[in-house]
C-alpha cells in the first residue's frame, strides 16, 4: 500500500470481485454437487459442503492480495501486466466448474485446472514482485489447485 491508511472502497470492491466470479459460476453449475455427491472419487476426497467455504475463503485472499496489489507503490504498468494475469485466471477459474460440473468433461476439465495453474502461478509471482504479502496470499490458491487436480483427475479416472 502506499500508505498505512487502508482504502475501504478499492479492498471492498477487490474483495467482492472475486467473491462474485465464484458465486456465478456456483450458481451456473449449481447442479454439479448433487453430481459430485453421486461420483467415484479419490481418496482424500473431502465432502461436498467443504468446497463452498474453502472457496469462500480462498476467493477472499485473492482480494486481499489484488488489493495490496493495486493500492502498492509500485509502477502503473507493473500493476497492470499484474492485475491482467489476475483478471486472466481468474476468468479461466470461472470456466473450470462449467467444464467439471455442467459440461460433465472431466478430462478437458483437468487440462483446464493445469492451465489455470500455471496462470494462477504467473499472477502470484508478480502479485509477489509488487508485494511479498500479495504473493504469499495466493499460496493457498495455489496449493488448493493442485489438491483439485488430483480430486478432477481421480474423478476422470474412476467414472
Avoid: H
Wanted: hydrophobic share 60%; charged share 10%; with cysteine.
Amino acid at each position: 500500500m502506499k500508505s498505512g491508511k487502508i482504502k475501504w472502497k478499492q479492498l471492498v470492491i477487490c474483495i467482492a470481485a472475486p467473491l462474485l466470479v465464484g458465486a456465478l459460476a456456483g450458481l451456473l453449475s449449481r447442479g454439479g454437487m448433487e453430481d459430485y455427491r453421486n461420483m467415484y472419487k479419490p481418496m482424500l476426497a473431502p465432502p461436498g459442503w467443504v468446497f463452498p467455504v474453502v472457496w469462500t475463503l480462498l476467493y477472499v485472499l485473492m482480494g486481499l492480495a489484488s488489493y495490496n496489489v493495486f493500492t502498492s507503490a509500485a509502477s502503473p504498468e507493473r500493476i497492470r501486466r499484474a492485475m491482467g494475469a489476475y483478471a486472466l485466471q481468474l476468468a479461466a477459474n470461472f470456466i473450470w466448474p462449467l467444464i467439471f460440473f455442467v459440461l460433465g468433461l472431466y478430462l478437458l476439465a483437468f487440462l483446464w485446472l493445469i492451465l489455470l495453474f500455471a496462470l494462477a502461478l504467473v499472477c502470484a509471482l508478480r502479485f509477489g514482485y509488487i508485494d511479498a504479502r500479495a504473493g504469499k496470499l495466493m499460496a493457498p490458491y495455489l496449493f488448493w489447485l493442485f489438491f483439485a487436480a488430483y480430486l478432477n483427475l481421480g474423478v476422470y479416472l474412476l467414472n
